[in-house]
C-alpha cells in the first residue's frame, strides 16, 4: 500500500474579540477591537467596511480594520471577504505611514488567507496582494530596531507594533505560498528569504517572531530549490538551534520547526550525527504526555481551587502543535520520494510489465524500507511507541469540561489533528518497518482491535477515519510477514462494526481501505490454517461474512476503483485451493459472474472503454490515478479467475 506524505497546514487565526471561539490562537496579537463594531458579511455591511477603511479619519480606518479581522473568523465569511474585492483596499494599507493601520491590516489579511480554502486564498492573489505584502517585508531588509515609548525607551517585544507587524506580515506570507504556486514563486523572484533570515534567532528578535519566520521557511522550502539553495549554507546555524535541549513548550515548537527546515534542505541525510540529532529531539518532544496536561488544565479550571495549572492555555498549544510537527516529520521520514503515489503522466500507456511492477511494488511492506542507521535510530529512541501513545484522546468528562473554558474547543481541535498525524505516522512506520521493530504481532493485533472500537463506536471526521483505517490496513498488511495466532481469535461480532462502516461510509478511501484490509484478512486465516481447522463453526462464519461484504462493494461501490480492490482480494482469498468449498457455500462463482459484466461496463460508463484504442483511454487513466494499475490487473484477471474456479467450487454441490 502506498505510504502517506504528510503535509503542514496554514496557522490558525486570532481572535480581535476576545469570543469563546474555536479558533484562538497564541501567535498573534491582538488589536484592540469592541464587540459593537463585529459588522456583518452582507453586501451592505462589507460596504460600510469598505467606506470605513477608505476613510481618511484614522480612527474610522481602524474600527473598519478590525471589524474585518473579527468577521475573517468565520470560515464562509473570509470566502464572502475575498469575492467583495475588499482585499486589495486593505493591502493596499499595509504601506499606509500610520504604524497601527499596518499592524491591523496585516492582521486582518492574515486572518482572512487562514480562515478561508485554496479558492479564497488564490483570489486573494488575484488582488495583488503580493506587491505591497513584499513592499512591506523588504522595510524589515536592513537593521531596525522596535519603536520607542514616549519616554523614549525600547518597546517590549511582544508588544511593539513594528515586530508584531512583521509577525502578522510573515504568517500572511506562510498562507499565501502554502496554497498558490503564484505566491510561491513571487516569493522567490522578490528574493523574499533573506529578508527572513536574519530573523531567524529568538533570542535577538524574540520566541513570537523567530517561530513565524521558522514556520513560514519550513513551508517555503519543501520541494523549492532556490529556498533550499539559501538554507543550505546556514544549516550549521540551524542545527545549532536543535542540539541545545529546549527550555519550555515555545522551545519545543520553535526547535521542531527547525528540525523540519532541516529535513526539508535534506542537510542531515548526509551525516548520521546530524540525523540522530533529529530523531533525538523529536523523542525528546513526544515524550511529553500532553493529555496529562491537557486533563490538569480542564481540571483546575473548571474548579473553585485558586491552584493554577503547570501550563496555560499557550504552553499547551505550543506543545501540541511541536507534537503534530514531529509526527509529520517522522512520518515523512518512513515515506521516501519511491514511496509517494504518483497520477500517471497522460501520455503514457500502461504495459504488462508495469501493471507487474505495480502489484509487486504492493508487496515490498513486508520488509524494511528504511536504511539500517534511520531503523536503528526509530527503534533506539522508542519513537514508534512514542507515536502510538499520541493516538490517545482525553476521556468525555474532559472533553465537556474543555467545551466550557475560552480556550478549550481550540485545544481539543489540535489534540484531534494531533491524533490523526499520529495515525498516519503510524501507518508509514508499520509499513516501513519489521514486525519485530513494532513490537510483535501480539501488540499489533491489540492496536488494530484498539482503532476499530475507538474510530467506529462514535461518529468520527472523514480525516480521521481515513487515517485510523489506514492505519488498521498496514497492521494487516504486516501481518502478512509472519503467522499471527491471535487471528484465529478472532469473531463475527469484533468485525461486524468494520463491516458494516465499509459499505456505509460515504468517504471512498475509507471503503477502499477497509475492503483491502477485510480481504486480507480472510487471506491470512486461509493462509494460517489447514483445510480441516478452516472450516470450523466460529472461523466459517467470519470468512462467509467477509466474503458477503467483498461482493456487496464489489458490486454496488460507486467508485471503480473501491469495486476492485474488492475483487482483488476476493481473487486473493479464493486463489487458495482450500476455499473451494467454501466458494460453494458463498455462491461466490455466481456473484462474480453477475459482477464481471457489470464492472466493465462501469469502466466503460465512467471512464470511458479499457481498450487502449479508445480516445477517453487517457482520460480514464488520469481519473483513476494510481489505482489505475489495480482496475486494469482486475479487469485482466476476474474472468479468468471465474473459469477457474467454477468447476473446483461445483464439486462441492452433492458434497
Not at 248 to 257: I, K, L, V
Not at 318 to 346: G, R, T, Y
Not at 413 to 428: E, F, G, I, M, Y
Request: proline share 3%.
Amino acid at each position: 500500500m502506498g505510504k502517506v506524505k504528510q503535509r503542514r497546514q496554514r496557522n490558525a487565526r486570532f481572535n480581535p474579540l476576545g469570543l469563546s471561539e474555536a479558533v484562538a490562537s497564541d501567535n498573534v496579537v491582538a488589536v484592540g477591537v469592541n464587540e459593537e463594531d463585529s459588522g456583518d458579511v452582507t453586501p451592505g455591511g462589507l460596504r460600510i467596511i469598505g467606506e470605513k477603511i477608505s476613510s481618511a479619519v484614522v480612527e474610522e480606518r481602524l474600527s473598519g480594520l478590525n471589524t474585518l479581522a473579527a468577521l475573517a473568523l468565520d470560515d464562509h465569511a473570509a470566502t464572502a471577504i475575498a469575492d467583495s474585492r475588499l482585499i486589495r483596499k486593505v493591502s493596499l494599507l499595509l504601506k499606509d505611514p500610520n504604524t497601527d493601520i499596518r499592524l491591523v491590516a496585516a492582521g486582518a489579511l492574515r486572518n482572512v488567507s487562514a480562515g478561508g480554502s485554496e479558492e479564497v486564498v488564490e483570489t486573494m492573489v488575484q488582488q495583488d496582494v503580493l506587491s505591497p505584502l513584499s513592499d512591506l517585508l523588504l522595510e524589515y531588509k536592513n537593521a531596525w530596531s522596535p519603536a520607542s515609548n514616549d519616554l523614549g525607551e525600547v518597546t517590549s517585544r511582544d508588544v511593539d507594533p513594528l515586530t508584531n507587524i512583521f509577525v502578522h506580515a510573515t504568517h500572511f506570507l506562510l498562507n499565501l505560498c502554502e496554497c498558490s504556486e503564484q505566491a510561491l514563486n513571487f516569493f522567490n523572484q522578490e528574493d523574499l528569504i533573506h529578508v527572513l533570515l536574519p530573523h531567524l534567532d529568538p533570542s535577538i528578535w524574540g520566541p513570537a517572531l523567530a517561530l513565524a519566520v521558522a514556520e513560514c521557511l519550513l513551508c517555503v522550502s519543501e520541494n523549492n530549490d532556490n529556498a533550499q539553495t539559501a538554507l543550505l549554507p546556514v544549516a550549521d546555524t540551524l542545527m545549532q538551534y536543535i542540539s541545545r535541549p529546549p527550555d519550555n513548550s515555545a522551545d519545543m515548537h520553535f526547535a521542531a520547526t527547525i528540525a523540519g527546515i532541516l529535513m526539508n534542505i535534506n542537510y542531515c541525510s548526509t551525516t548520521e550525527s546530524n540525523f540522530q540529532l533529529v530523531l533525538q529531539l523529536l523523542a525528546s518532544i513526544l515524550e511529553g504526555d500532553i493529555l496529562v496536561h491537557i486533563t490538569e488544565y480542564a481540571a483546575q479550571s473548571c474548579s473553585a481551587d485558586s491552584t493554577k495549572p503547570s501550563l496555560i492555555p499557550q504552553d499547551l498549544e505550543h506543545l501540541v502543535v511541536a507534537q503534530q510537527l514531529c509526527l509529520e516529520i517522522l512520518s515523512n521520514i518512513c515515506c521516501s520520494e519511491d514511496d509517494e503515489d504518483e497520477e500517471w503522466n497522460d501520455s503514457e500507456v500502461i504495459s504488462d510489465e508495469e501493471i507487474g511492477e505495480a502489484e509487486e511494488s504492493m508487496d515490498l511492506g513486508n520488509k524494511s524500507a528504511l536504511l539500517p542507521e534511520v531503523q536503528e535510530g526509530i527503534i533506539h529512541f522508542n519513537l514508534f511507541q512514542l507515536s502510538l501513545r499520541k493516538v490517545q484522546y482525553p476521556d468525555e468528562n474532559t472533553c465537556q469540561a474543555l467545551q466550557t473554558l475560552k480556550y478549550g474547543p481550540s485545544l481539543l481541535s489540535k489534540l484531534r489533528t494531533l491524533q490523526v498525524r499520529a495515525l498516519l505516522c503510524l501507518q508509514n512506520m508499520i509499513s516501513a518497518l519489521d514486525l519485530n521493530d513494532i513490537g510483535g504481532s501480539e501488540l499489533m493485533y491489540s492496536t488494530w482491535l484498539n482503532l476499530g472500537t475507538m474510530v467506529f463506536k462514535d461518529t468520527c471526521e472523514d480525516s480521521m477515519l481515513e487515517a485510523a483505517t489506514g492505519a488498521m490496513r498496514a497492521i494487516m498488511e504486516k501481518f502478512s510477514q509472519g503467522k499471527c495466532e491471535k487471528l484465529n481469535e478472532i469473531t463475527l461480532q469484533d468485525i461486524k462494526v468494520i463491516l458494516e462502516a465499509g459499505v456505509s461510509c460515504p468517504t471512498s478511501s475509507v471503503r477502499g481501505n477497509l475492503a483491502r484490509m477485510v480481504g486480507t484478512l480472510g487471506c491470512l486465516l486461509v493462509s494460517q490454517n489447514t483445510e480441516e481447522s478452516l472450516y470450523t463453526d466460529e472461523r466459517t462464519l467470519v470468512l462467509s461474512a467477509i466474503t458477503e461484504f467483498l461482493l456487496k462493494v464489489a458490486a454496488h461501490d460507486r467508485e471503480l476503483w473501491v469495486s476492485a480492490e474488492a475483487l482483488d482480494v476476493i481473487i486473493d482469498l479464493y486463489s487458495d485451493d482450500k476455499t473451494d468449498k467454501l466458494a460453494f457455500q458463498t455462491c461466490l462463482v455466481d456473484s462474480l459472474k453477475g459482477i464481471q459484466p457489470n464492472f466493465k461496463s462501469k469502466g466503460r460508463l465512467g471512464f470511458g472503454s479499457f481498450e487502449n484504442t479508445d480516445m477517453n483511454y487517457q482520460k480514464q487513466k488520469k481519473k483513476l490515478g494510481d489505482h489505475g494499475a489495480l482496475v486494469m490487473t482486475v479487469k485482466d484477471n476476474l474472468l479468468a479467475f471465474i473459469k477457474y474456479k467454477a468447476p473446483r467450487a461445483l464439486k462441492h454441490r452433492n458434497a
